[in-house]
């Protein structure tokens, strides 16, 4: 499902390429889709709905317990009907405030163009160009996601502290009858998008059909899908609503919290700054973000549509649900090792992707860890028989593994689950959907460098020899 952004698949240790895009081959989704990815595909459309409605349900009715419900079903004291009618229905109230909420964020990302470039050092926003597409499109985006994101939290705390137009606590209240107007929203963004490719598409030499309706459904046919000039789907969807509201959320649960308990724990304080770190990296990033998989490899379909409504919000904010039905207060050891744990982990991911963006920038004239880098050229060739060159950077976090940027993003992802404490799997899931995540997306990546560099990718894993862990994998 929706992933956090990484940096670019199609050149995972790449730091300069010269030359023209990559051949059809080598760059986006499949073209033809073997028995494994069609049985995958199926798999998750119809299941990772139930998995979503299965972990909030079962907070809701069971207390947080996967295998109550289980252990209810079949033990005969409770039917799956029983189930469904203790789950709350969609109301006019959740419907109206979803519907409020996305047009606002529409609203922040057409109608107002970004200012805080003008005046945050260091931060680039406003017009800036994406990578080239595999058409040889350069596409234009307007980042102003931070500056949304400072908008929307400023709106709150005035509400919070000041205005009191609604509730604090308004999302955890409304909490399932919004997930119903979450997937309302991501199956007809997903079903829009799949019949505006076959129509109007934006570009159709970027659009891919593979001759099977599932495959093409999930993983989208059009590369960028745009409405206008300046509304990118892909851009929007992955970090508005679902990552704006990834801080909101877990402002609500926290506020839940004080009010059933009098108190906000240091776990739940926990959750909230590390997440937000997270997320804040992700919008001073943005500009970044436009050279990432999501962006640069993947199309536009269910898998990203319906996945940043649905699961990113829902799944990715377990631990503030989790801690509102069991509020855990950690002790002050617990607490530093997993603030240094998450703070450890987030650095590793940063600097890592900051190493190879500045040596990508730089063509490699750069210091990293204070010396020269050390590099491999390789070469290869593209679809019009043209050869290229580039340089896979074996220098700083690079040389560790070649994917040690994961491996930080793993170890954040650690840490948000270890503030939850112990008493429960259901916290955990997110470190295990991402361990599961990040490990396919070695695998994919390297296949694909491989079929790119040939034996110049040979020699370069022979320098970095793991892929996560040093001395392990």
């Not at 990040?438 to 970095?464: F, I, M, N, Q």
Request: proline share 5%.
């Amino acid at each position: 499902m929706a992933a956090k952004s990484q940096p670019n698949a199609l050149k995972s240790p790449d730091g300069v390429a010269k030359g023209r895009a990559a051949p059809h081959g080598q760059w986006g989704r499949a073209w033809e889709v073997d028995w494994f990815s069609l049985v995958s595909v199926v798999f998750l459309l119809l299941f990772a709905p139930f998995i979503v409605y299965y972990f909030v349900m079962v907070c809701d009715q069971y207390s947080c317990s996967l295998t109550a419900p289980v252990l209810d079903l079949a033990t005969g004291r409770a039917s799956l009907s029983d189930i469904w009618a203790k789950t709350p229905p969609v109301t006019k109230k959740a419907a109206q405030l979803y519907a409020l909420w996305v047009t606002f964020q529409v609203l922040l990302y057409m109608a107002l163009p970004d200012f805080c470039h003008k005046f945050l050092p260091g931060y680039v926003g406003g017009v800036q160009e994406g990578a080239v597409t595999p058409a040889g499109v350069v596409n234009k985006y307007q980042v102003n996601g931070l500056q949304a994101w400072l908008i929307t939290h400023l709106l709150w705390f005035a509400n919070s502290h000041l205005l009191s137009w609604f509730s604090p606590t308004i999302i955890f209240d409304n909490w399932i009858p919004l997930l119903w107007c979450a997937n309302i929203l991501g199956y007809a963004v997903s079903t829009f998008v799949m019949v505006k490719a076959y129509l109007f598409p934006t570009s159709a030499e970027d659009c891919k059909f593979t001759g099977n309706f599932f495959y093409n459904y999930m993983m989208g046919v059009e590369f960028n899908p745009r409405i206008g000039k300046w509304f990118d789907f892909k851009l929007f969807f992955n970090g508005r609503p679902g990552i704006v509201a990834w801080t909101l959320i877990n402002l609500s649960f926290a506020a839940k919290q004080q009010e059933l308990y009098g108190q906000v724990t240091n776990s739940m304080v926990l959750v909230n700054v590390l997440q937000a770190i997270y997320v804040l990296d992700f919008f001073w990033n943005e500009t970044w973000y436009l050279k990432t998989i999501d962006i640069c490899h993947d199309h536009f379909g269910w898998y990203l549509g319906w996945g940043d409504c649905v699961w990113l919000p829902y799944l990715y904010t377990l631990q503030g649900l989790y801690l509102v039905y069991h509020p855990v207060q950690l002790s002050t050891p617990h607490a530093v090792g997993v603030l240094l744990l998450g703070l450890l982990g987030y650095y590793i991911f940063r600097m890592a992707n900051h190493q190879k963006d500045l040596f990508r920038r730089t063509d490699g004239r750069c210091l990293i860890w204070g010396r020269k880098p050390r590099v491999i050229e390789c070469s290869y060739t593209s679809a019009d028989g043209q050869k290229h060159h580039s340089k896979l950077l074996v220098s700083g976090f690079w040389g560790v593994a070649r994917h040690f940027n994961y491996t930080g993003d793993l170890m954040g992802s650690l840490a948000y689950c270890l503030a939850c404490g112990g008493g429960h799997l259901l916290p955990y899931f997110y470190v295990i959907y991402m361990t599961i995540l990040l490990t396919h997306r070695c695998l994919r990546d390297e296949h694909r460098c491989a079929s790119k560099y040939g034996s110049d990718w040979e020699r370069y894993t022979a320098a970095v020899p793991y892929r996560l862990l040093p001395g392990i994998f």
